[in-house]
């Protein structure tokens, strides 16, 4: 089933669950103007029916986290795709830092978070040798982005909600047309043993319930709830929904890597970068000098139509002194090799019990 297949309560209940992922059932109904018992069962059912999950995103800027990493690589198209994922399961998706990870029969492309460059470049090293030494590259050594936060904008991360709102027409007053998420430190972290374990375990199961969670690590309910509110005060991790893209009708992911001409790059400083969003981004990193982004499309054409007004302000502005490098998946032939795994970077940034850490499967 599609996303226009579903009712229009639907597709707008849809909307307001991936734009609002703190909201009660109560203030959806209110923000939507849709009865409540309305929301709840349709939310029910889309969620019985998975077209959305959601996710717990650890801040670990705040945690001694410095950087955010994309890594492109084109492979040998003659090395079958599952041969290649046994070897890097082995060798370099085993890295806590990598939390997601795609590829195709000729590419692939992964995001990671990282404390400092040597880690992130020793990984590069393994991931070269590893490709190289093995035969799967095409001609060129991986790429890889370095986005430090104190010197980079985030204006997306898996922001999904424009995207929707674009698909199913639905009129709505616009918010901001960004937001930067990757704030300079502004709060230096000394969690105690039992924030750390509680920490962990909400990033690792958003869903479950503070009940079920101090059952788990041997703490009350109270104590739970009391340390999660203290860590949405402090902004120490953000709830998202992903909606389920190929069951919503999504043919085309879009991976593009824009080098910005040196001698006249966007003001970082002014945020020029970001009249590049549309409403298909729902991942854009910058810096001075280059910056990434992410889009989902409907089908070809709606790609096309994309890329070229992409291009066309790039252009314009004189910002490229070459074209973007872009790359496409088809979601329905995209195999995800890790999809959106924190648990393993936010225990190894934050720490936690090692029977906590069996708990969490890492």
Known sequence: MKLFDLTKKEQIILYGLVKYPKFTDKQLSEELRIKHSTVTSIRHRLSEKEYFRSLIIPRLQN??????????????????????????????????????????QDKGFSLSLSKNYSTVGKINDIRTQTF?????????????????FEISRIYR????????????????????IYKNLAFRHGLEVDFSDTEKNVFCMIVSYPEMSDSNIGQEIGVSRHTVSRLRRGFEENNLFRKIRLPNLQKLGFEILTFYH????????PDIENDESAILLSDSTVFFASRRFEAVMISIYK????????????????????????????????????VY????KFAPITHKIVGCDFWVKKLLNI
């Open 299 to 334: 089908n070809y054409d709606d790609y096309k139509s994309d890329m070229m007004k992409i291009i066309q302000i790039l252009k314009e502005n004189k910002w490229i002194a070459q074209d973007p490098i872009i790359k496409t998946y088809g979601l329905n032939t995209m």
């Open 258 to 265: 824009i080098l910005f001409d040196p001698s006249n790059s």
């Open 132 to 148: 190289g030494g093995r035969g799967l590259l095409e001609e060129e050594y991986p790429s890889m982005i370095l986005f430090p």
């Open 63 to 104: 945690m001694g986290c410095q950087m955010l990493v994309a890594t492109y690589t084109n492979f040998s198209p003659l090395i079958p795709l599952e041969e290649r994922i046994e070897i890097t399961d082995k060798t370099i998706e085993v890295f806590e830092e990598i939390f997601f990870s795609v590829g195709e």
């Open 337 to 340: 090799i890790k999809d959106f």
């Open 157 to 176: 991360f898996f922001d999904f909600s424009p995207l929707i709102k674009k698909t199913i027409d639905f009129n709505f007053e616009e918010d901001e």
